[in-house]
Structure formats: structure tokens, C-alpha cells
């Protein structure tokens, strides 16, 4: 059965630190992949997605995903992040028509 | 222009009270869908109808029933509300599946 793991249920980052989120699925053909952000109160937001061609996908507010076959993996990256990150982050995966949500990684930014 | 919009935002209800939670989007997609957003944030797919014919159709108590009148709208029944019934509800649509999914602001359903 196709699932998406999100390892890490909680992250804290000082602001203006790098940042990495990882995500990991398992589907035997290579799946369409997202991440959403939901801030709190929110509905989810688009980041990126990654259909197929070049790995690495950018995607809104400075975001970045690398879509690694061999690892299984979609992990989202920041260089370097702002207060207004704090948000829950969702890797998700879609095959045929079927939507995979992971269980979400909270992120904390401290000043 | 709000894409997908849903009403109400909120919604506190009785034990045993029928409910409806109504979803339109203006994005001319032909799919949409229902999702459950539990206490942990966990998100559920419970329904999916593609030019209104219902394609996902979740393990789900059938107190819940969609209903899809066209394919820019998709409402949410729910009879005898439950307890457990209590989470934030969002409607989504997307441009035949696997599209992009774009989502609805959330109802947040409390139940007493």
C-alpha cells in the first residue's frame, strides 16, 4: 500500500537558519509529489510539486524540494527561514486518483 | 476572487443534529473532494467526485452523504452528530485526478 512518512513531528529553527524537512514515500512507480503549508487557522497552501523531469523543483516563498528516486525521498529545504515560516508542513502523494497526505512536521521559528 | 470557498467557517452544533457544510469553487476543475482534519492535524480523504460522479469513497459512518448539485459545487450532510464528529472539515478541488489539489479555507465542526 502507498504511504508518505514524515519522520520529524516537531522541528524548531532559529530564524534565519537553513532548514530541511524530509519526507518519504513508498509506491513502487514514481508518484506525483507536493508539499502544503497550513498556517495556523488556514486552509493548506501549494509549496511546489514534482511531476517528473528535473529533481530538484523551486516552489513559493523560497522554498525548494529534491526528489531523490533511490532514497524514496521529497524533502523540502529553506536556506534560510523567516518568522513567517511557522506553519505545518505536509508532504503529499497522489497515484491513480488517490490523494496520501503524511502525518505533518509542526515547525517552530524563534527569534 | 476566493478559488474554493466554503461555509460556514465555523460551525457548533448539538449531539444529534443535522448538519451541511457547502464548497464551491470557481477554478473550473471537474474534481472534488472532502477531507478530515482530526485534533493532530492528521488529514483524511473522505469523499472524491469527478464530473459529479462520486470516484473516492472512504471508510466513512454513512451518516456522512455527499452531495455534488455540479461540478463547481460539493456539499457535506451530516445526520446525528457525533462527538467524535468534531474536526475541521475541508473541501478541495483539482483538474481531474491526479491534478493539483487547491483547497478551501476549513469548517471547523464542534460538536457538544
Known amino acids: 500500500a502507498q504511504s508518505v512518512t514524515q519522520p520529524d513531528i516537531h522541528i524548531t529553527v532559529s530564524e534565519g537558519a537553513s532548514l530541511e524537512l524530509r519526507c518519504n514515500y513508498s509506491y513502487g512507480a514514481t508518484p506525483y509529489l507536493f508539499w502544503y503549508v497550513q498556517s495556523p487557522g488556514q486552509g493548506l497552501q501549494l509549496l511546489l510539486k514534482?511531476?517528473?523531469?528535473?529533481?530538484l523543483v523551486q516552489g513559493i516563498k523560497g522554498f525548494e524540494a529534491e526528489f531523490k528516486r533511490s532514497q524514496s525521498s521529497f524533502n523540502l529545504r529553506k536556506p534560510s527561514v523567516h518568522w513567517s515560516d511557522a506553519a505545518e508542513y505536509f508532504c503529499a502523494v497522489v497515484t491513480g486518483n488517490q490523494f496520501y497526505f503524511g502525518t505533518g512536521t509542526s515547525l517552530t521559528v524563534i527569534p | 476572487d476566493t478559488a474554493v470557498s466554503q461555509t460556514p467557517k465555523y460551525l457548533v452544533t448539538q449531539m444529534g443534529n443535522d448538519k451541511s457544510i457547502k464548497c464551491e469553487q470557481n477554478?473550473?476543475?471537474?474534481?472534488m473532494y472532502w477531507y478530515k482534519q482530526d485534533s493532530k492535524k492528521f488529514l483524511k480523504i473522505m469523499f472524491s467526485?469527478?464530473?459529479?460522479?462520486?470516484?473516492i469513497n472512504e471508510t466513512v459512518p454513512n451518516r456522512f452523504s455527499p452531495k455534488s448539485p455540479d461540478k463547481a459545487h460539493l456539499n457535506l450532510h451530516i445526520n446525528s452528530l457525533e462527538l467524535g464528529d468534531s474536526a475541521v472539515y475541508f473541501c478541495?478541488?483539482?483538474?481531474?485526478?491526479?491534478?493539483?489539489?487547491?483547497f478551501g479555507p476549513g469548517t471547523r465542526l464542534t460538536v457538544l
Open positions: 478541495a478541488s483539482s483538474q481531474g485526478p491526479p491534478g493539483t489539489q487547491y
Open positions: 514534482y511531476f517528473s523531469g528535473d529533481t
Open positions: 467526485y469527478n464530473n459529479k460522479e462520486l470516484i
Open positions: 477554478l473550473g476543475h471537474d474534481t
